[in-house]
């Protein structure tokens, strides 16, 4: 009896400390660059509601970096961190270096998020944070089809979900998406 109730006053613990693995063993651990070059994970935003979006300086979409912005500075202090991964997978419309995205997204929109290097978000060189995201495995799996595909991520670590190039920062599905994700425990 005395073993039952040890075993079951420490499963609560067990169940936590698994899960916490499982984030980890997730998006948590999969590596990326910076933009400006230098290893990372996302390990730092563990706990965190993160926004991944697949952006271009090219794009009819683009204008998106000033509502993203917009949306960073009005919820970071809540827990909310966007992440922008530049891709030249659709339409060459992230022609760019590293050096020159970078430039780009501060001067034209002072952009504050975290922005990381270029990536592939599709096709057989995808990176394996897409890979994750788009996966078989992931709630919102299938390719990604155009620029400023956004991926509301958990403070768990967990895919919640995706809206498609045309829902604006500011639209009210994806408002509530967030503010539900920065409620959860």
Known sequence: ???????????????????????????????????????ASLKPYAGKALLIVN???????????????????????????????????????????????AEFCASKFSVTFPLYEKIHVKGTDQHPLYAKLTGPESPTAGPVKWNFTKFLVGKDGQV??????????????????????LAAK
């Open 1 to 39: 009896m005395r073993l039952l109730r040890a075993f079951l006053l420490a499963l609560p613990l067990m169940l936590a400390s698994t899960t916490s693995q499982a984030a980890d063993a997730g998006l948590y651990s999969v590596p990326v660059r910076t933009i400006d070059g230098k290893d």
């Open 55 to 101: 952006v271009a300086s090219k794009c009819g979409y683009t204008s998106q970096y000033e509502g993203l912005e917009a949306l960073y500075k009005k919820y970071q202090g809540k827990g909310l961190v966007i992440l922008g991964f530049p891709s030249n997978d659709f339409g060459a419309q992230e022609p760019g270096t590293n050096e020159e995205i």
């Open 160 to 181: 919640l979900k995706r809206f498609d190039s045309a829902v604006e920062p500011d639209a009210p599905e994806l408002i509530s998406a967030v503010e539900q994700a």
